[in-house]
């Protein structure tokens, strides 16, 4: 099954017998079969006919309307998908699954960081650079060996101190620096752009996981609460060096973002409507790539649905293991 992304923006989706029709304009970008679809997905300012969206609740496909960066407005079910089923089945898995699905997780990300530093040593060369990559293969080692989450807390943290401990040796443009991750607030211009980067994915991550129909609070890795939709945290952990951090280097390297683009306030430094502009065009043309799927061609915004649905296949057969995203 499908996953109908309507991204370009100024779009309009029509019904046309048993298909959506995508135009901009009089141009039809795409004409999709209504069986072969999932769900509809769509970002920013595009429109869905009345017509087509009863087509879709007909057929019980899910209509979803997001930010351009990938905030849920809200969603349009029927009236069938309207309720929580998996919730139950999360809040029943037992602390041995929990703690396999949060090693994988943990084991992804510190693979992904190394290979992304793999990658720069390569085009960089630098000694602390190659120390981080030693540094994250020996603690690779030892997560299938962790028996309690604060123990692959620990681990996650010191390959992350590791990782962003070389990361500033990746960057070329001499008018950005970095010495250390800082959050809150964030520090420098880097850190502030990975900070806005995290966000957003984070933010998009908890859409998906909202219209899948898994509980964002029940998590195996991270602590949910009320205020903390910890699904969401745990699920980010594999895509942030290759989506976000990946799109920083690219754009401090090739200039795309300048000093003048961030400004100092509240003790921190922040993208200014500028810079958020220049970011957001970089993130969203590097989402509405086409990638080759178990689907077909697919954006990139397609990798973190697939993960959801992972996640949702693990619950629903915790035995089989939740399998996390790599890059090669």
């Known amino acids: 099954m499908q996953t109908l992304y309507v991204s370009q923006q100024g779009c309009y989706v029509s019904l046309r017998q048993e298909s959506l029709v995508i135009k901009q304009g009089q141009a039809v970008l795409e004409e999709v079969q209504l069986p072969l679809l999932e769900q509809v997905l769509i970002f920013g300012r595009s429109q869905m006919t009345t017509q087509a969206i009863r087509a879709c609740l007909w057929r019980e496909i899910p209509v979803v309307y997001l930010s351009r960066l990938g905030w849920c407005y809200g969603r349009v079910l029927p009236i069938s998908r309207g309720y929580r089923q998996l919730g139950r089945y999360q809040q029943e898995l037992a602390f041995g699954e929990r703690i396999v699905a949060a090693r994988a997780i943990v084991l992804a990300k510190l693979k992904n960081s190394r290979v992304m530093l793999q990658r720069q040593q390569r085009r960089r060369g630098t000694a602390r650079i190659e120390a981080a990559i030693e540094q994250l293969e020996h603690l690779s080692t030892q997560v299938n060996r962790a028996v309690t989450l604060e123990v692959l807390m620990g681990l996650e943290g010191a390959g992350a101190s590791s990782y962003f401990g070389a990361f500033g040796d990746c960057l070329v443009n001499p008018e950005f620096?970095?010495?250390?991750?800082?959050?809150?607030?964030?520090?420098?211009?880097?850190?502030?752009?990975?900070?806005?980067?995290?966000?957003?994915?984070w933010n998009h991550l908890l859409s998906l996981i909202e219209l899948q129909g898994l509980d964002p609070h029940e998590a195996c890795l991270h602590q949910g609460s009320e205020r903390h939709a910890a699904l969401a945290s745990d699920l980010l952990e594999e895509f942030r060096a290759p989506i976000v951090d990946s799109l920083v280097l690219y754009l401090v390297n090739r200039s795309v973002v300048k000093p003048e683009?961030?400004?100092?306030?509240?003790?921190?430094?922040?993208?200014?409507?500028?810079?958020?502009?220049k970011y957001l065009r970089a993130f969203v043309g590097r989402m509405e790539e086409l990638l080759q799927t178990e689907e077909g061609m697919q954006p990139r915004w397609d990798l973190l649905m697939q993960q959801v649905?992972?996640?949702?296949?693990f619950v629903y057969s915790p035995a089989q293991g939740y399998q996390p995203y790599l890059i090669r």
């Open 177 to 201: 620096g970095f010495v250390m991750r800082s959050r809150r607030p964030p520090a420098d211009p880097v850190n502030a752009l990975l900070s806005f980067g995290y966000q957003m994915l």
């Open 261 to 277: 683009d961030f400004e100092y306030r509240n003790e921190g430094c922040f993208l200014n409507e500028l810079g958020r502009k």
């Open 309 to 313: 649905k992972a996640f949702k296949r």
